[in-house]
């Protein structure tokens, strides 16, 4: 007999499976996901890169972790965007008087998420290797960084879930994105923290996106990575439990 638990990860898969045919089928989704960073990417290098000191020579191994995190900011609001479009399409009710895991949809919109933003990372990765990204890293570095950007992506969708859930409007849905995709700005991810006023600075150094991007960089570069990773970590760790939490009391509100 089937357990629940094996009926839930059914119902999982078939959600994903669901969420991902309407991306292969409007691939506009994750075109325009990466068209932004790639363009800041090239912007950076190009146009502002000799002016930005850095203290490395190749800026594009200094850029490329906070890129990473803008691409992934950006690709939560449309996960934001797909689930407010099935609870006011009636969707969310359809599957609801279906006898299926009350979760899955959820569950299906977040996997959802996971793997289209992975599919942006590996195309911005590569534009970056074609303009002169390299890196020593080893595969249990890579894993890391995989790893780092995976929990990172899961707690940026966690929280794109509560405005998909309780938005009045398309635009109250997305509008989540614009901060998170701002923060990269102020953080070290363009410039060192040491170069800011004083007051932005301490804002700079003690906000997750630092830390993160600190510890990709050193992941990538084969530096020592220090307490940044577990800083990196904890903040990620910290939103995801917090936001999902929130992100289910909206979600039984809703299907109550």
Not at 57 to 78: C, E, H, K, R, W
Not at 110 to 125: E, G, K, R
Not at 225 to 240: E, P, R, Y
Request: glycine share 8%.
């Amino acid at each position: 007999m089937e357990t629940i638990e094996e009926h839930s990860f059914s119902d999982m898969g078939v959600m994903l499976g669901r969420s991902m045919r309407h991306i292969f089928r409007s691939m506009d989704t994750i075109i325009t996901v990466t068209i932004t960073p790639i363009a800041l990417l090239l912007l950076f290098v190009y146009v502002f890169g000799g002016a930005i000191q850095t203290g490395t020579d190749n800026y594009v191994n200094y850029l490329l972790p906070g890129i990473l995190l803008i691409a992934i900011a950006s690709g939560t609001a449309y996960t934001a965007l797909r689930l407010f479009m099935d609870v006011q399409g009636g969707i969310f009710e359809r599957f609801h008087s279906m006898p299926i895991a009350r979760s899955s949809m959820l569950w299906g919109h977040v996997l959802t998420s996971l793997v289209s933003n992975a599919i942006s990372i590996v195309v911005i990765i590569l534009v970056a290797l074609v303009i002169g990204f390299r890196s020593p890293a080893g595969v249990l570095s890579w894993l890391a960084v995989a790893g780092i950007l995976a929990l990172f992506t899961l707690a940026l969708t966690w929280i794109a879930v509560i405005p998909g859930l309780i938005a009045k409007s398309v635009d109250g849905a997305s509008a989540f994105a614009y901060p998170l995709i701002f923060l990269p700005f102020i953080s070290s991810a363009f410039v060192p923290t040491e170069s800011m006023p004083s007051a932005v600075r301490a804002f700079a150094e003690n906000q997750p996106v630092t830390s993160i991007v600190d510890a990709i960089r050193a992941l990538l570069s084969g530096q020592p990575v220090g307490n940044d990773i577990w800083v990196a970590l904890a903040w990620c760790s910290g939103i995801l439990i917090v936001a999902y939490l929130f992100a289910m009391r909206a979600y039984k509100r809703k299907a109550a």
